[in-house]
């Protein structure tokens, strides 16, 4: 097996990501988890997506679909 180096090099100095675009990645994805029919993660990602700001996730919406 060859060693082979990241093609993807490390940033020089610390990536500031806004908390914003962060729990709108999360929405984004268990948008996706929901659609693809991965029930429970879609739960998880909203529910992680909602603590971010400390908020109760709206989980009426998630009693229709029961967790797989």
């Known amino acids: 097996m060859s060693n082979q180096t990241s093609a993807i090099a490390a940033p020089s100095h610390p990536v500031t990501v ?3 675009m ?3 990645r ?3 994805l268990a948008q996706d988890a929901d659609q693809a029919g ?3 993660p ?3 990602l909203m529910r992680l997506a909602f603590a971010m700001y400390d908020e109760k996730p709206f989980t009426s919406a998630w009693r229709a679909h029961p967790s797989a």
């Open 18 to 20: 806004s908390p914003l």
């Open 22 to 24: 962060l729990a709108d």
């Open 26 to 28: 999360l929405l984004g």
């Open 38 to 40: 991965l029930r429970r």
């Open 42 to 44: 879609a739960a998880d």
